[in-house]
């Protein structure tokens, strides 16, 4: 840069970050799950569960979708609204989190040594 240009800050492109086909799951995510799958299981909407619930529509969404992590609280009013108590949810993400292990760790166990696994 030289000294007769005004100072910009210099922009520099952001590369995705390829997530990671092994990661661990995060807690908000498969709670996030464990609650869509039971609201949509009793065929209920959004707004029917947050108001129940005494929570925005917004942030029940987000909850749903993993972007927030809810506090023990919001879980409880949240799995009260949908006839639960916060034990129940939290034992189904637990199965679901079970579940997935299983499955990744055979899978891992299924490829012969020295496979090499191809991206679509």
Not at 36 to 54: C, F, H, I, S
Not at 72 to 80: D, G, H, I, K, T
Not at 106 to 113: C, E, H, L, N, V
């Amino acid at each position: 840069m030289s000294s007769d240009t005004p100072d910009r800050a210099r922009v520099i492109p952001l590369r995705p970050v390829p997530a990671a086909p092994d990661r661990e799951p995060l807690w908000r995510d498969v709670v996030g799950g464990v609650l869509r799958r039971e609201r949509t299981g009793q065929q209920r909407t959004l707004k029917d569960v947050a108001e129940a619930a005494r929570i925005s529509v917004p942030y029940l969404s987000e909850i749903e979708r993993g972007r927030k992590e809810a506090s023990s609280e919001v879980l409880a009013a949240a799995a009260r609204s949908l006839g639960l108590g916060l034990t129940d949810v939290l034992s189904l993400a637990q199965d679901e989190l079970t579940r997935r292990s299983t499955a990744s760790r055979a899978s891992t166990i299924r490829m012969p040594r020295g496979a090499v696994r191809l991206a679509a």
